[in-house]
């Protein structure tokens, strides 16, 4: 293969590459026009020199290194060119993806959105069911008491309304204690200021310091949890005063 043969094949692979990168980027008019413009000019020059070489028989040294020199900075200048065209096409691409991300994030926000809807909207419901199951349970007991305030104002004897009062007082207990709730020991415990609340304190020699000797009201606890601490009267240490005569 002499020299034109092959200066011809590198100047008919390098028009095939410039054309290609020339279409590639038509697409992309709006950022790309610049480099465009110099892909264009590039293949002006070489169907030029194309044509130039075409019409020669033969090449002189000169003329040979002139045209190598050519290529080589041809050659040079289309690599440059190439990779910015990849860079710019690639960052349109993460441009593409960034785009898609958005749209799937607005779309997952969308979803989340829906879904704490729901689950608030569950979550009021469940509750609702627990509320409306815990005062269905509490209808039995309302109406006993009616019952007994009826009779309250017909009888003539106490005995019966205070057992009707205490059987109610029993359904209280038994339907709280199957939801969880427990009263507080506090007659005769140590003091406890996670379970206990002093209100009144008394000089007590039979008792250690702060034991409680008296409830004032009840406390209680739900499923482990104190809902209520038992108000408590509590023993400290010396003599009781004695009333003056």
Same mark, same amino acid.
């Given at each position: 293969?002499?020299?034109?043969?092959?200066?011809?094949?590198?100047?008919?692979?390098?028009?095939?590459?410039?054309?290609?990168?020339?279409?590639?980027?038509?697409?992309?008019?709006?950022?790309?026009?610049?480099?465009?413009?110099?892909?264009?000019?590039?293949?002006? /020059? =070489?169907?030029?020199?194309? &044509? *130039? !070489? %075409?019409?020669?028989?033969?090449?002189?040294?000169? #003329?040979? +290194? /002139? =045209?190598?020199?050519?290529? &080589? *900075? !041809? %050659?040079?200048?289309?690599?440059?060119?190439?990779? #910015?065209? +990849? /860079?710019?096409?690639?960052?349109?691409?993460?441009?593409?993806?960034?785009?898609?991300?958005?749209?799937?994030?607005?779309?997952?926000?969308?979803?989340?959105?829906?879904?704490?809807?729901?689950?608030?909207?569950?979550?009021?419901?469940?509750?609702?069911?627990?509320?409306?199951?815990?005062?269905?349970?509490?209808?039995?007991?309302?109406?006993?008491?009616?019952?007994?305030?009826?009779?309250?104002?017909?009888?003539?004897?106490?005995?019966?309304?205070?057992?009707?009062?205490?059987?109610?007082?029993?359904?209280?207990?038994?339907?709280?204690?199957?939801?969880?709730?427990?009263?507080?020991?506090?007659?005769?415990?140590?003091?406890?200021?996670?379970?206990?609340?002093?209100?009144?304190?008394?000089?007590?020699?039979?008792?250690?310091?702060?034991?409680?000797?008296?409830?004032?009201?009840?406390?209680?606890?739900?499923?482990?949890?104190?809902?209520?601490?038992?108000?408590?009267?509590?023993?400290?240490?010396?003599?009781?005063?004695?009333?003056?005569?």
């Amino acid at each position: 293969m002499d020299e034109k043969e092959e200066f011809g094949k590198r100047m008919e692979h390098l028009l095939t590459e410039v054309s290609a990168c020339s279409t590639l980027l038509g697409a992309e008019i709006g950022k790309l026009t610049g480099m465009k413009g110099e892909l264009s000019g590039m293949e002006k /020059e =070489l169907a030029r020199t194309k &044509a *130039i !070489l %075409e019409k020669k028989q033969d090449l002189s040294t000169e #003329e040979q +290194e /002139e =045209l190598g020199d050519a290529m &080589a *900075i !041809l %050659e040079e200048e289309l690599e440059t060119k190439k990779r #910015e065209t +990849e /860079e710019v096409l690639k960052g349109q691409e993460e441009a593409k993806k960034a785009e898609e991300y958005l749209t799937e994030l607005k779309y997952q926000k969308a979803e989340f959105a829906n879904y704490k809807r729901r689950a608030e909207k569950e979550k009021r419901e469940f509750a609702d069911y627990l509320i409306s199951s815990f005062i269905a349970e509490l209808l039995p007991i309302k109406d006993n008491l009616e019952v007994a305030v009826t009779h309250a104002k017909t009888n003539d004897h106490p005995e019966s309304l205070l057992k009707g009062v205490e059987m109610t007082v029993k359904q209280i207990e038994e339907l709280f204690g199957r939801e969880g709730l427990e009263e507080i020991n506090a007659e005769g415990e140590q003091f406890d200021p996670f379970r206990h609340e002093v209100v009144s304190k008394e000089a007590d020699e039979t008792q250690p310091e702060n034991t409680i000797i008296g409830v004032i009201r009840k406390g209680y606890v739900f499923r482990g949890k104190v809902i209520r601490p038992a108000m408590v009267k509590i023993a400290l240490k010396g003599k009781k005063k004695r009333k003056k005569s």
